[in-house]
């Protein structure tokens, strides 16, 4: 996956979580789970990416998906997102525009820009704006 590549070759450990383990089909590859969200605290991460596709969507029906990209925005992490993770967003009360929330980035300079937020690990000006 293009993601996977980009955020590795920038030195970012990369884990994949999933509502069950196994693999992931995505438009670009395949991609092994290696931990399920029911498992893994959000804290253990400096980042979360939420891929396009229709996982963002069936991850906002379940509570362990809405809970860790709530706790991860409540922690001020970096959020990286792109148009088809809206519902998860929405169903875990976290703002699109939120501090630390970014698009999927395309370019290298978006990129650059993706690597840096979640280089600053927290966005702490984000516990004075609107939860």
Known sequence: MRTVSALTAAGATVKVLAAKLGT????????????TLATTPSVAFDAVVIPGGAS?????????????VRETHNHLKTIVAGKDAAPLLVAA???????????????????????????????????????
Do not use: M, N, Y
């Not at 992931?24 to 931990?35: A, F, P, R, S, T």
């Not at 029906?61 to 809970?67: C, E, L, P, R, W």
């Not at 970014?102 to 702490?124: D, G, N, P």
């Open 93 to 131: 009360g976290v703002k699109a525009d939120s501090i630390g929330g970014f698009r999927f980035a395309s370019s290298k300079a978006e990129w650059a820009a993706v690597i840096a937020a979640i280089a600053k690990l927290k966005h702490c000006e984000r516990s004075e704006q609107a939860v």
């Open 24 to 35: 992931l089909k995505g438009q670009h590859g395949e991609v092994q789970i290696d931990h």
């Open 56 to 68: 963002p969507a069936a991850l906002a029906k379940t509570v362990d998906g809405t809970a860790f």
